[in-house]
């Protein structure tokens, strides 16, 4: 599918040559097997960042008939290596191409599009070199560092006319996409309240509870989260160091990289579990209610932020968010661990599962009360109601209704070849990700804010606004 290079005269006259000093053969994989168009028809793609999350997403493009992996990225041999003998494995051939840097892969003209599930503080940088080197672009969420790399980000996908899709796989969840279309279509009656609920992490051997940090015993208790200072030791064999960090900051390496999730709460690299987990409610929040339109906002929050002479996990835990929406309506933004009033079968038991986000309403769902009622829905299984009778609804044929999607990277594929609108695009990444910066701004400055949804700006707070953006570490910028 991708534009190859126009060959010069030399080019055919050597093809010519070389097709009379051999036989020709067209592999079954170049005509393409039963079910599988020719290579010719196939949407090209390459992955960038093989931890968990990139190779199962790569896996689903494997499933894809019309799709090719054709080469996969991460600075760590191990993960690297681990992805392409997969690719290898699924096409039984050698011939998935793999990189540490990668930008070896934005200059193949043979790639239609990229994936990225590289860490946090790579996502934009990325995604915008990618865009300008014709490729289209699925990003994992959270999408940037800040609100300035967020509007950079969709100025260039919008210059370059690329596809662009926004990793929150929800929508694709048929429940979820009713539950919100009950939503847009007033079932609820007149909206007066928000409430979004998304996972934090503890740290080990303590646990948050009302407000301190308490000693905790429980195995349980989130282990990713170091509470002593760690000290600076050599990058491990197989690890490119200085690529990992791009545009963070320089720092010893302290080895939160060999800990999976570890370097998720490291501010330089990430926001941490208010933009991790809490895009995945919050970007529900926005398919069923268009928040950006009824501003300004008025944001205030507390959150936990460990000391430096805790380690060096510094982004915000355990977050309780309050935002006013010019209307009236309030949306209440917490952490799992927050005690709120809820409805019973929403409480979080930590004794029972340490997971939260994979309970359902227990630990991550956005909630809208109205008059008529409330409906929950849940980043993973059903929907519920009160009264039930709203579960039950029916919508008419002229009901709002919301894109179907049949999987993340299905959906990709298929914009890439149709150049239709992912069912979560740029647009909505924006305004997800702002929500998740406004709120981690509100409680680093310690006090309340106002948000202009429109402009996306802040209005009347210099040092506020200053936290709209971040520097980047020489040479890389965007």
Not at 85 to 100: E, F, I, L
Not at 155 to 167: E, N, P, S
Not at 384 to 401: F, I, M, T, Y
Not at 418 to 433: E, L, M, N, S
Request: proline fraction near 7%; aromatic fraction near 8%; charge should be neutral.
């Amino acid at each position: 599918m991708h534009d190859s290079k126009q060959p010069s005269r030399r080019d055919i006259l050597k093809a010519g040559a070389a097709a009379l000093a051999a036989p020709y053969v067209i592999t079954s994989n170049a005509l393409g097997a039963e079910g599988r168009p020719p290579a010719s028809e196939r949407v090209t793609l390459a992955y960038i960042g093989m931890g968990g999350r990139g190779r199962g997403n790569m896996q689903e493009a494997l499933s894809c008939a019309d799709a090719q992996v054709l080469a996969v990225c991460d600075v760590w041999d191990q993960r690297r290596d681990l992805a392409k003998s997969m690719v290898d494995k699924h096409y039984s051939s050698t011939d998935c191409s793999a990189y540490v840097d990668f930008r070896e892969i934005l200059a193949r003209r043979d790639v239609d599009a990229v994936s990225i599930a590289s860490p946090d503080h790579w996502h934009v940088p990325m995604a915008v070199m990618a865009a300008k080197a014709g490729k289209d672009v699925s990003v994992e969420k959270p999408l940037g560092m800040s609100v300035a790399e967020d509007q950079i980000c969709r100025d260039v996908v919008k210059r370059y006319a690329r596809v662009f899709q926004y990793g929150s796989e929800a929508r694709m969840n048929a429940a979820v996409r009713f539950g919100c279309e009950l939503i847009r279509n007033g079932r609820v009656g007149e909206l007066r309240e928000i409430r979004v609920k998304a996972p934090t992490m503890d740290r080990i051997g303590v646990r948050y509870s009302n407000g301190a940090w308490v000693p905790s015993s429980d195995p349980k208790v989130h282990r990713y989260i170091h509470g002593v200072p760690p000290q600076p030791k050599p990058a491990p064999k197989g690890l490119n160091y200085d690529l990992w960090l791009g545009p963070a900051p320089w720092r010893p390496h302290v080895g939160c990289h060999e800990l999976g999730h570890n370097w998720f709460h490291v501010y330089d690299y990430s926001l941490g579990f208010i933009a991790g987990w809490g895009a995945h409610p919050l970007d529900l929040m926005q398919w069923a209610f268009d928040t950006h339109l009824d501003g300004p906002w008025e944001v205030e929050g507390t959150g936990a932020i460990p000391t430096p002479a805790e380690g060096v996990n510094d982004a915000i835990f355990h977050w309780d968010v309050r935002i006013r929406l010019a209307s009236g309506v309030t949306i209440s933004f917490f952490a799992h661990t927050m005690a709120k009033d809820e409805p019973p079968e929403f409480a979080h038991d930590q004794s029972k599962n340490p997971y939260p986000q994979m309970l359902g309403v227990a630990g991550n769902y956005v909630q809208f009360i109205g008059s008529e009622g409330w409906i929950a829905i849940p980043y993973s299984g059903e929907y519920c109601s009160e009264p039930k009778s709203l579960c039950e609804a029916k919508l008419g044929p002229d009901a709002v209704r919301l894109p179907v999607g049949t999987g993340q990277e299905r959906n990709f594929i298929e914009c890439v070849r149709t150049r239709k609108q992912p069912v979560c695009d740029i647009d909505d990444a924006v305004r997800t990700d702002s929500l998740c910066h406004i709120s981690d701004i509100a409680i680093r400055t310690g006090r309340k804010i106002v948000w202009d949804p429109i402009k996306e700006e802040i209005i009347g707070d210099e040092e506020a606004s200053r936290r709209l953006s971040r520097a980047m570490r020489v040479p890389w910028q965007i």
